[in-house]
């Protein structure tokens, strides 16, 4: 191998590695997490495979009934007369039943509408898939902000320390104030550390939605702040009926309509018809043979058959009806949350954290120039630093409360949006 080849080699791994590093460094977007994780979910593959499997039992189901030949000998190799195949007897027969009553499209129907049924479980799936992979999304992007907090805090205590020692030089201030800013910056480091460790599990769980138990990504890109639009709760409630469940519910009311006609056709007796031609050797003739059977008491045996699926589509609206209840009764308490949520977001983000990092930075000067203790310019620090963490926490919590939202009323528009 020549120079050449090995700088060429060379050349490729190290645009290769940068390349891989550049990828690591793109931020990772909500529409990017979830098409990662719906492409890849074993579970919404089962759910694709079942629809596959629902559509071949449909085929099959519908198929007439089969078709038989018959070849049959008797009276031969037996003793006296019948010892050889002088007296045989050799039948070749063709059979088949006849359906009456619509039997096989009935069947097709009812393999379509538990083909409907596979499709609405991959559908269901999905919104789960995607419900779960926003929300471990957001919960990535509030670790994120966290640990931006946990760093403003370090940079307010080495400032603070800076300032202490400052006034302990000149003799404004004392040593145990001193100790005092070295301990808090102290604990601000850990919190950071804990704070990074947090956003990188955070991470890693996220990246589990596709099979990745550790994230190829650095960071997660998104606002936090920004809340969809929720609809009122008279619209909300109209969408409620396309939950996922109700839906289910009702294409199982479908199917049982459509499996107490086909009882009603089983009713119906089929034919069993056979002909043939029957070679007679002592005779060296032949002759037809036509047989038909009717079986006796068909009607008889479907009838349970028959009060199971009156039942079942007796049962299916009462069990719709006590879930659409429920369903009402989460929508209003999650709506209420929702509502409670956005006035407390509100509130800290446009009101209180700007007054607390006004107050904080005349807390900083005043105790400068000696007119504020320690004490009261670390409270102010607490404060403005712990309404921005609970800024991220109810954001984080008006996210959860909307994903659950958009989960119970079926709306996938919401679901793996951008942000």
Known sequence: ?????????????????????????????????????????????????????????????????????????????????????????????????????????????????????????????????????EQLFYRALAAQHSEKNATAAVAQGEQLLAIVQRRVEIGRSSLAENHTAVIRLTRANLNQEQAVRLARAARNQLAMQWGMPVADFVAVDGNLMHIPHISDLSVLHDRV???????????????????????????????KVSAGIRYLSELNDAALLVGVNVPIGQQKRTLPLSNVARARQAQIPLESEQLRRELFGTLVGLHAEIE????????????????????????????????????????????????????????AELHELRIELSRLTGDSQTLGGTT
């Open 241 to 271: 009926e396309a939950n996922a469940a109700l839906l289910q519910l009702a294409g199982e009311l479908e199917l049982a309509r459509v499996q107490q006609r086909l009882v009603a056709a089983q009713a119906k007796t089929d034919l």
């Open 340 to 395: 409670q949520r956005k006035l407390a977001l509100t509130a800290i983000r446009d009101d209180m954290v700007p007054r607390a990092d006004e107050s904080l930075e005349l807390y900083r000067e005043g105790y400068d120039l000696g007119g504020f203790s320690l004490l009261e310019l670390t409270e102010a620090q607490n404060m403005a630093l712990g309404l921005r963490q609970e800024l991220v926490a109810v954001a």
């Open 1 to 133: 191998m020549n120079i050449i080849s090995v700088a060429t080699i060379t050349l490729l791994g190290v645009t290769w590695a940068a390349a891989g590093m550049a990828a690591e460094r793109i931020p990772l977007t909500l529409s990017a997490a979830v098409a990662r994780a719906t492409s890849a979910h074993p579970a919404l593959r089962a759910a694709q495979l079942q629809v596959e499997i629902a559509g071949g039992q449909r085929d099959a189901s519908a198929l007439a009934p089969v078709t038989t030949v018959g070849l049959e000998v008797e009276n031969f190799a037996g003793h006296g007369s019948v010892s050889g195949f002088d007296a045989a007897e050799t039948t070749l027969s063709i059979a088949g039943k006849f359906e009456r009553g619509d039997k096989s499209k009935l069947r097709r129907t009812a393999g379509e509408r538990r083909v409907d049924l596979a499709r609405l479980g991959e559908l269901s799936i999905r919104l789960e898939v995607e419900a779960a992979t």
